[in-house]
């Protein structure tokens, strides 16, 4: 075992990055990216779920658009993280740390049907732009024009799933949504969870 075993013997990581707009703009874009962050992970996860677990016959549509949307997703996460570190502050480092900051909320359910599985995603991705939109304002507040320009075309591509979810979902549906699904997206939409 060696000395860096010991959490106590560990010297302070030398983590700093040179970055020029203060502390706090620091510390603000860092905790509401850094949450931002675990949504986008929860949201990609929650995506691939769907994409696994899809069923019924638009299973191939379904399936595809999931896949292609999940990939978008994740393409953003990297960049939100190293945003993150560029403007000094330390990112996500676990699943247990998404955990604790995802406001999204994940579905362990066995069975849901597709197209509350569209439902519930483009819920999911409304939320997502509107964090996205007020992290947009801190940005601009703080004058990172960096985190906001990236921003614009993160929040062009939600809004982009939302429609294709939307559109999808209409052909089950006029409304999007299917019948027998109301309850449980209702409930989600509740905070209830959908199991
Ligand atoms: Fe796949």
Known sequence: MTKWNNLELRPAAPLATPWDM???????????????????????????????????????????????????????????????RKLGG????SIGHIARLQRLPDNDAEYVDPLDMLGELREDNKSLIKS????????????????????????DEAEKRVWFLYEASRRGSPTGLSEKGRKPLERYRDGRGSS
């Open 22 to 84: 203060g502390a706090t703009a620091s510390k603000n874009l860092s905790d509401v990216l850094n949450a931002l962050l675990a949504d986008v992970f929860a949201l990609y996860l929650k995506t691939k779920n769907f994409h696994w677990h899809v069923s019924g016959p638009h299973f191939r549509d379904y399936h595809l658009l999931l896949d292609e949307q999940a990939d978008q997703i994740f393409a953003t996460t990297d960049p939100v993280a190293e945003r993150v």
């Open 90 to 93: 330390t990112t996500l480092h």
């Open 132 to 155: 996205m939109r007020t992290t947009h304002i801190l940005c601009e507040g703080h004058g990172d024009v960096a985190t906001a320009s990236l921003l614009e075309v993160w929040i």
